[in-house]
């Protein structure tokens, strides 16, 4: 199984352009020095697919555990483990297994190691609107894929700007479709055990294995 989440392009080096870019920038370093001084972060997120000239909308919950490269994700009625090295992905339903390696997943959406990073690499970004999102002040930063991509137009990443959290994602696809991932109860730097990020086969007995 694929995660379903957002493609981020990661490249080596940054391109910047636009209005306002020395603040936008500014805010985004404070943003990073803030996730990196946490040793975890635990949040749940909402997940909203829409496309309103297909009639399509689609809306998901699920949660995530940070620490450093590694994670643990749960989404659309599965598990996935990342213990540094591999990738494995554990559907109940199915009672199967699939594992994986980060190279396997370049090709889809969002890694969830990445997502409170990605921004430092591969965009150029913009100052843009600010919001009050129940009591708090989120203000969004433009973010342009560079180099251009077929598929996304642009991100607009809502930070809230007391915290210096992300609060919000919004990918505006080329195609219409706008997914919006928000996150919520986040939580910093919480008591986990030593083998929280590492797969236990003799946990799932029963389970077919996709190696």
């Known amino acids: 199984m694929k995660s379903t989440f957002f493609t981020f392009a990661l490249l080596l080096s940054i391109t910047c352009f636009g209005q306002g870019f020395e603040q936008a920038k500014n805010l985004l370093d404070q943003v990073s020095k803030e996730m990196k001084s946490h040793e975890n972060i635990r949040f749940d997120f909402s997940y909203v697919l829409e496309n309103k000239k297909e009639q399509i909308r689609q809306e998901m919950e699920g949660n995530v555990t940070l620490a ?3 994670y643990q994700l749960h989404f659309l009625d599965a598990i996935q483990l990342f213990d ?5 992905t554990i559907v109940p339903e199915n009672e199967e297994i699939t594992v994986s390696f980060p190279e396997d997943e370049e090709d889809v959406s969002v890694n969830p ?3 409170l990073s990605f921004y430092e690499e591969g965009y150029g970004y913009e100052w843009d609107i600010e919001q009050r999102v129940m009591g708090r002040t989120i203000q969004f930063i433009k973010l342009i894929p560079s180099p251009a991509s077929d598929e996304v137009k642009y991100l607009l990443l809502g930070i809230d700007i007391n915290r210096k959290q992300v609060y919000r994602l919004i990918e505006v696809g080329n195609n219409g479709t706008l997914t919006t991932l928000t996150l919520k109860n986040q939580e910093f730097d919480i008591s986990l055990p030593p ?10 007995p029963n389970y077919y294995i996709n190696d």
């Open 195 to 204: 083998t929280y990020f590492d797969f236990d086969a003799k946990a799932y």
């Open 68 to 70: 450093g490269d590694r």
């Open 84 to 88: 540094g090295s591999k990738i494995y």
């Open 113 to 115: 190691s990445k997502l």
